[in-house]
């Protein structure tokens, strides 16, 4: 702060900001609904949906929460300001840059599930901050609730992260948030909570929340700490005012991320109220504001009085740990799929505007100048960057995801993950072993005694890439798997790649019925038939570890001789389809995904077979 130390700080009595962060799918977003409906936020008969905070389309569609957002509602004359996160670890970004806007976080436990990998992250996090916390164990009302053991392991894990003994005094909200219902006396298991609202849980907020400070007549101080666009207003900064006052027209001083300075004019001043940015004439320390008027403003920028600017510290987040090249189509089909961004400057344009907005992802250059490669926390928050892309019309090539090394005392060290596993006991051999061939190491395993077992390793990111495939189908679909980065550590050594090998198409043309009918005995298909195909294509997964190059466009000949018999129907098995997520765990070292806008297609890097069989011999080790 620019004011004398000594002067004291006043208080914003009127005003609370907290941060929502759980693990996900623990009920963050439906808790904020509830908060909405029963501070009036919406009116009875309004247009309104379930998870009015997942507005991205991404995010209604894979049901977790992508983009950190807030919202505001009123409790008389108190308003609080409430910031839902994230839950996924490869986000964890969001979640970073989200506790710096708040003063306290509200910690949502399923009541079921417990504590999980992504709780440890963000309490940490919270902690380090030194903000105070509120634990909401929720979904009392779940039939396999156990209330008791997940405020103790609640307990546990704050004593395990080193919290202080203010720390660990937190009070304790029980909540069924899909049915807008709390208490702060402990239901029975499988029960509701005893009060038919949320308002144990409001009064909670205000007494354990502290409200901001700030030094009366200090000089203006608002940090950015997101980024949005308006069609009307260009580029918006979300930003949380520190010190002083802001007013719209009034001349700031702008702190770049470069250390250069410019005086800009605030043209349009915003806070939000419920779910909508409405106009104001200024704000005050505490306040989470929206500004326009920089056309390219970046997050952990300051604004600062003209006559005294000093910049606030900037906004660090944990490095990546995985990361896959990036670059245009090159298959013979490019072009062909609808997309309309085909070019290197377009995908370079692209991957600098993510920058912008999006502290987590990192671009290097590679030794192609239409390549480059791209880091970032995890396989899913790649996957979701390629999504956008593809969405916006965008026609990509995309390597195989590979971990971030670092060098420490000579040495080569790799990303290690924190794994939960939580499975029905007859799975418990079967998940053992998958992850031993994966270099996993078991740390703990808990038993509930019902009929689940949760299970606890260090794992490195490599063993990870494709994991999540082969767990679902070793566990019927019934496994949950959850994992958070858990620091580097020395090189564990080569893991067994993909057992099984790929049915690779060996000329251009369409899949016939006919060809494969002939194929499928030798493993599964991967595309449905009369699929366009080019030499080097994926059509399949060969049933042995070899990759297999195969005439998939062959066709029945025919004669002038008739059958008696007739024609038989072909009956084919139905191909397995991948999404984005599962192509790029399914690639082997030597492959890639094509990604159009009408889907994904896996491929060669190198197409032509015989430039293949030449970069296979030179590979060979010869014989000692």
């Known amino acids: ?175 069924a948030s899909r049915a807008g219902r709390a208490s702060l006396n402990k239901p029975a298991n499988g029960e509701m909570p005893d009060h038919e609202n949320l308002d144990p849980l409001f009064d909670t907020l205000l007494a354990t929340i502290p409200a901001p400070k700030y030094t009366p007549g200090a000089p203006l101080q608002a940090q950015v700490t997101n980024i949005d666009a308006s069609p009307f207003l260009g580029r918006i900064g979300m930003c949380r005012v520190i010190e002083g006052v802001i007013t719209k027209g009034q001349q700031v001083a702008w702190m770049k991320a470069d250390g250069t300075v410019a005086r800009t004019k605030i043209t349009e001043l915003l806070i939000t109220e419920a779910l909508d940015r409405i106009p104001v004439e200024s704000a005050y320390a505490g306040d989470l504001i929206a500004v326009a008027g920089m056309a390219d403003i970046t997050i952990g920028e300051t604004l600062a009085d003209p006559e005294n600017p000093v910049a606030l510290p900037p906004i660090t987040v944990d490095e990546p740990a995985i990361s896959m090249t990036v670059g245009i189509n090159t298959s013979p089909l490019a072009g062909r799929d609808g997309g309309t961004k085909l070019t290197a400057r377009q995908v370079k344009n692209r991957l600098d505007a993510e920058l912008v907005g999006n502290v987590s992802v990192r671009v290097l250059n590679t030794e192609r100048p239409d390549t480059w490669e791209v880091q970032g926390r995890g396989e899913l928050a790649l996957a979701i960057l390629v999504e956008t892309m593809r969405r916006e019309g965008f026609e990509l090539t995309i390597g195989k995801p590979q971990v971030v090394t670092k060098t420490v005392d000579g040495k080569v060290h790799e990303p290690y993950e924190r794994l939960t596993i939580d499975v029905p006991e007859e799975y418990l051999g079967a998940v053992t072993q998958l992850l031993a061939v994966r270099k996993g190491r078991m740390e703990g395993m808990t038993n509930h005694g019902t009929g689940w077992v949760r299970m606890e390793f260090h794992v490195p990111s490599r063993g990870l890439i494709g994991f999540r495939t082969e767990f679902l189908t070793d566990t019927r679909g019934t496994g949950i798997a959850s994992a958070i980065f858990d620091g580097y550590g020395p090189w564990a050594g080569a893991l067994r790649g993909r057992p099984t090998g790929s049915l690779v198409a060996d000329r251009a043309g369409k899949a016939t019925p006919f060809a494969m009918f002939a194929l499928q005995e030798r493993g599964t298909m991967l595309i449905p038939p009369t699929t366009e195909v080019y030499e080097g294509m994926i059509v399949g997964e060969n049933s042995r570890a070899d990759d297999m190059d195969v005439n998939i466009t062959k066709e029945k000949k025919l004669t002038n001789m008739r059958q008696s018999s007739g024609d038989e129907l072909v009956h084919l098995v139905p191909p397995r389809s991948l999404s984005l997520e599962q192509a790029l765990e399914f690639c082997a070292d030597d492959e890639c995904v094509e990604v159009t806008p009408k889907g994904a297609r896996i491929r060669k890097v190198v197409l032509a077979a015989t430039d293949r069989a030449k970069t296979r011999s030179r590979n060979k080790v010869p014989a000692s």
């Open 1 to 175: 702060m620019t004011s004398d130390l000594s002067t004291e700080l006043s208080i914003r009595s009127d005003l609370r900001n907290v941060a929502i962060v759980a693990h996900v799918d623990h009920g963050k977003t439906t808790l904020v609904d509830a908060m909405l409906w029963q501070s009036g936020a919406f009116r009875i008969g309004s247009a309104h949906t379930d998870r009015v905070m997942d507005s991205n389309d991404l995010e209604r569609e894979k049901g977790i929460t992508i983009l950190a957002k807030n919202t505001a509602v009123r409790r008389g004359d108190m308003v609080i300001n409430i910031v839902d996160t994230p839950g996924h670890a490869d986000f964890g970004g969001e979640v970073e840059r989200a506790l710096m806007m708040v003063d306290g976080v509200v910690l949502l436990v399923d009541a079921s599930e417990g504590p999980l990998p992504q709780t440890r992250f963000v309490l940490r996090k919270a902690l380090q901050a030194h903000l105070p916390v509120v634990l909401v164990v929720n979904k009392t009302d779940r039939p396999d609730s156990r209330i008791d053991e997940v405020v103790d392991e609640t307990y546990a894990l704050f004593i395990d992260l080193d919290a202080t003994d203010e720390q660990i005094e937190f009070p304790i909200v029980y909540c």
